[in-house]
């Protein structure tokens, strides 16, 4: 194993909650090395962190790796098949109950949040000659 790759794992390994499920595949290609990482589906979350801003931390320290062996390494963090899907439905989910209908409008499904319709107000007792 290379340098570049056991300090990915070792950093992931550090960040997880299920180290023994953390690994990674080495390819080398005339555009550099990548390092493929793959990772428990329920911690995924933590690697690549709020914003992306985990993984892309992780991404700097590994070019600073690379570039003390003159190589150019990228990391690619695997998904499985329909986390994309699901990370929509958590955020649909999140959004206070909000959902786009057909037309692609956003509306509120809580009927109590609706506007309320105007009142009228008995102006009679009220001096409007100011």
Do not use: C, W
């Not at 997880?16 to 953390?22: G, I, M, Y």
């Not at 991404?59 to 695997?78: D, E, M």
Request: hydrophobic share 35%.
């Amino acid at each position: 194993m290379e340098q570049d790759q056991a300090f990915v794992e070792f950093v992931v390994k550090a960040l997880v909650d299920n180290p023994s499920a953390v690994t990674s595949d080495r390819t080398v290609d005339e555009m550099g090395v990548l390092i493929t990482l793959k990772v428990d589906p329920a911690d995924l979350g933590q690697v690549i962190g709020r914003q992306g801003q985990t993984a892309k931390s992780i991404r700097t320290l590994l070019r600073v790796v690379g570039a003390k062996h003159h190589a150019r390494v990228n990391l690619k963090i695997y998904e499985p098949d329909g986390m994309r899907a699901r990370k929509s439905e958590m955020r649909n989910s999140e959004d206070g109950g909000m959902r786009s209908n057909s037309d692609g409008m956003r509306s509120n499904s809580d009927a109590a949040a609706q506007p309320k319709q105007e009142e009228e107000v008995d102006l009679s007792a009220v001096d409007l000659n100011i």
